[in-house]
C-alpha cells in the first residue's frame, strides 16, 4: 500500500497509476460509522482502499473477523487482489510480497 508518492509505488511493483489507486492506504472503520461504529483507535485499521470499499458496500458486509478469515483463505491460494495486478507481466520478484506469500 502506498500513502503519499502513487508514481514510486507504481514504479516500484511495475504497475500502472490505475492498478496502484485501488492500493492507496486508507483507515478502515472495523464497525462502520452506520452500523456504530466509533472514531477511535480501537476501531480502525489499515487497509487498500479496495477493500475498504468492496467490504462495506456488499448487501450484507462481513464482520471484521470473517472479512479477515475471507482474506487468509484467499492468501492461502496463492495472493489477494491479484486481480487488481497484471501478475502474469510481472517478475516474481517485483510484485508485492503480500501478493507472493501463501501465509499472509
Not at 490505475?18 to 476501531?43: D, F, I, R
Amino acid at each position: 500500500m502506498w500513502v503519499s508518492d502513487i508514481d514510486a509505488f507504481a514504479r516500484q511493483y511495475g504497475i500502472s497509476l490505475n492498478q496502484a489507486q485501488y492500493l492507496k492506504c486508507t483507515g478502515e472503520h472495523l464497525v462502520a460509522h452506520n452500523e456504530g461504529g466509533s472514531g477511535k483507535l480501537k476501531n480502525i485499521v489499515a487497509a487498500c482502499r479496495f477493500c475498504n470499499e468492496k467490504r462495506h458496500n456488499r448487501k450484507n458486509p462481513p464482520d471484521p473477523q470473517a472479512y479477515s478469515a475471507l482474506v487468509e483463505r484467499r492468501l492461502q491460494k496463492g495472493g489477494w487482489n491479484s486481480h487488481l495486478l497484471d501478475l502474469e507481466r510481472q517478475s516474481e520478484n517485483r510484485l508485492p510480497v503480500w501478493s507472493r506469500t501463501s501465509a499472509g
